[in-house]
């Protein structure tokens, strides 16, 4: 009788614990959340109105500029961060569910896989962006990664370099990158606008720590 065990299947699950995220990186994931999941097809039904989850989003990040030491301040953005965080846990399950496993559907969602160890970041190293180059068309920038042993795939995320003293969220773009080779177009940008990238890695153990940023501008 044969005694071969059957390979695990290892089940895509998003990090959920929100509560512990500052309102930065609170508001940075429910900006990619919201924008990820916005006219998706691989997720039509959502179990929560995005019209109504911006909503959400808008009245804390309003919440969070107000703040200026006072009770009634802070009591006001905890309760909008209470309520952020509901939606998002409720969104997180039907990522998990509606993704089928399939990591790019799962990425496309705006949730971040989580670690199959307790800790978030598993032994793949951090990769780097070795250079980020102009494309052969305007709008177009390209970017040369690094390699680590162990990475399964890649994430490139972008936004616009933000001004001096900013202390806004920034709303990243995710891009999926299967492999370091051929280095990875970022299409549909502004020209004349500066941008900053950072790269990570997906191993067995989960996602690596983001890479040092990089700053150019798009010509």
């Not at 905890?78 to 496993?101: F, G, P, Q, T, W």
């Not at 790269?199 to 153990?205: D, E, N, Q, S």
């Amino acid at each position: 009788m044969s005694t071969t065990k059957k390979p695990k299947l290892a089940v895509i699950r998003p990090q959920t614990g929100f509560a512990k995220l500052t309102d930065a990186e609170l508001l940075l994931r429910l900006n990619a959340v919201h924008d990820g999941l916005t006219n998706n097809a691989a997720y039509p039904s959502p179990p929560v109105d995005m019209p109504g989850f911006k909503a959400t989003i808008d009245a804390l990040t309003a919440a969070v500029a107000a703040l200026d030491g006072g009770k009634v301040a802070t009591v006001n953005r905890d309760k909008r961060r209470n309520d952020a965080i509901i939606m998002l846990r409720s969104l997180a399950h039907y990522a998990e569910s509606a993704c089928k496993n399939d990591m790019p559907t799962f990425v496309s969602s705006g949730f971040v896989a989580a670690s199959a160890t307790k800790r978030q970041s598993g032994p793949v190293g951090v990769p780097s962006i070795t250079s980020v180059d102009p494309g052969p068309n305007s709008g177009t920038l390209v970017v040369s990664i690094k390699a680590v042993t162990g990475a399964r795939h890649y994430d490139v995320h972008y936004a616009p370099a933000p001004a001096a003293g900013s202390t806004a969220a920034i709303n990243w773009i995710t891009v999926l990158v299967p492999s370091t080779k051929p280095p990875a177009p970022i299409a549909d940008l502004t020209p004349g606008t500066t941008y900053t990238f950072q790269v990570r890695a997906f191993g067995k153990l989960g996602y690596s720590d983001w890479s040092s940023p990089v700053f150019k501008m798009c010509v």
